[in-house]
């Protein structure tokens, strides 16, 4: 009897340690799932980026970002307890991401896209958290002070700022009818991917004038100067916007960065290289198909293509200011007829970019050069040259005139002044130099 009594006992006992056991196991794999489910919102949100300085580990902060009132830089989102997030709860965590309020208290600056962030749903949050917390290796590094002269550096005008423009929690659910795909990618967009930030213009409070598709046709129809780069129009423009490109357009652009005829530039080759090329098919589809859902606003004229510098620069007439800068530096990739090469070379004819308001990245890609990003689906980089060195103010002018003003552009001219005020913005060693001998 009092062996059976001692085998039942050790077999409950091992029956309770077992069924523990697989309750620690199946807790570890719900974590894991969690921190592997943040892993990729934060690819969504594309956080390395802002919170990665030039040769820095991830996620330790310390790039420089400028502002209009002086230099902010990242700060460390590592779990270090000492100099990063290691000691905030996910209330903490959920109050500056959605809210823009520190563990401390104070408010951040508007560098981080909090109202953006406002719209993420409660569960993607704990996911972000998650995956901070226990996906993100440990950087013992201090955040750096920003640059900002006094009084602009006091923090209590950002508590002002925080409450005049920045939403409540605002994730709601999508409008009854709504087409759940167009759903999904306008929560990507108004939400982590946070394309508002840069494509949205702002006023006079450095505010973006529309957060949503709701709020206004402001949202995503072009930005201001960001580090001398113009974000591009978003909505449905036939000009200046998206009204040329296809939803599969989109979703090839998103995933390698190119299509047939354009290709990423600026701030946007970061963003597919960290951001848009891990995304899911589904979740491009779906930022492609909202955006495509967006009316333009500005009441363009659809663009037609016209052939009479095509045919001008093909017999080598020159008589056209800019025109002999185009076939000396130019044409050999663009071609003379303007539509570049298939996913290699892009085109200048009837490109949106060509043809917008503002001149500024077009004058910066010429003086200082350009790549196309590196991307699992495209891996391959194609490099313009920097012609800031060999090229002056005036020719840079004539020749971006030239451009927008062919093959069916109808843009303004550009001036040598405005080239001077962009040039000078730069540092020296973008504009490249001469070859050596």
Not at 98 to 115: Q, T
Not at 133 to 142: E, F, I
Request: glycine share 10%; net charge neutral.
């Amino acid at each position: 009897m009092k062996r059976f009594v001692l085998k039942w006992g050790a077999a409950l006992a091992l029956g309770v340690f077992a069924q523990v056991t697989s309750t620690v196991a199946m807790a570890d794999d719900a974590t894991q799932q969690l921190v592997r489910q943040g892993e990729h919102l934060a690819r969504v949100g594309d956080c390395v980026a802002c919170h990665t300085a030039s040769g820095g580990k991830p996620f330790a902060g310390g790039l420089p970002i400028q502002s209009p009132i002086g230099t902010i830089y990242s700060t460390n989102i590592t779990p270090d307890p000492a100099t990063g997030i290691g000691r905030y709860t996910y209330e903490d965590f959920e109050r500056a991401v959605r809210h823009g309020i520190s563990k401390n208290g104070y408010s951040l600056y508007p560098a981080m896209p909090y109202p953006s962030y406002a719209h993420v749903r409660d569960d993607d949050m704990h996911a972000l958290y998650a995956y901070f917390m226990h996906g993100v290796a440990p950087v013992s590094q201090a955040n750096r002070a920003e640059d900002i002269p006094w009084p602009l550096s006091m923090r209590w005008p950002l508590t002002l700022w925080r409450w005049s423009f920045a939403p409540k929690v605002a994730a709601t659910e999508p409008v009854p009818g709504t087409d759940p795909v167009i759903a999904r990618g306008a929560y990507l967009v108004e939400g982590l991917a946070h394309c508002s930030a840069c494509h949205t213009p702002r006023g006079i409070g450095m505010q973006e004038l529309a957060l949503t598709a709701q709020q206004g046709p402001a949202f995503l129809s072009g930005g201001g100067p960001i580090d001398t780069w113009i974000a591009s129009d978003l909505r449905g423009d036939p000009a200046t916007g998206l009204e040329q490109w296809s939803e599969t357009d989109l979703t090839t652009f998103l995933k390698s960065g190119a299509t047939d005829r354009t290709a990423a530039f600026g701030g946007m080759t970061d963003v597919v290289q960290h951001s848009t090329q891990y995304m899911t098919d589904d979740e491009r589809t779906a930022i492609a198909r909202y955006l495509k859902s967006l009316a333009g606003t500005k009441g363009e004229a659809p663009p037609h293509y016209d052939a009479t510098i095509s045919t001008a620069l093909h017999s080598g007439d020159v008589t056209r200011p800019g025109a002999d800068t185009y076939l000396n530096s130019c044409a050999a990739c663009h071609r003379t007829d303007g539509k570049g090469y298939a996913a290699v070379f892009p085109a200048l004819a009837l490109n949106p970019v060509v043809n917008g308001r503002d001149a500024t990245s077009l004058i910066h890609i010429v003086l200082a050069g350009s790549s196309t990003p590196g991307t699992k689906a495209a891996p391959a980089q194609f490099t313009m040259p920097p012609y800031g060195w060999r090229l002056s103010d005036s020719e840079v002018a004539n020749v971006l005139t030239l451009l927008r003003s062919s093959w069916g552009n109808h843009a303004s001219p550009v001036t040598a002044e405005q080239v001077a005020k962009v040039r000078a913005s730069l540092p020296a060693a973008s504009l490249g130099a001469a070859p050596q001998p």
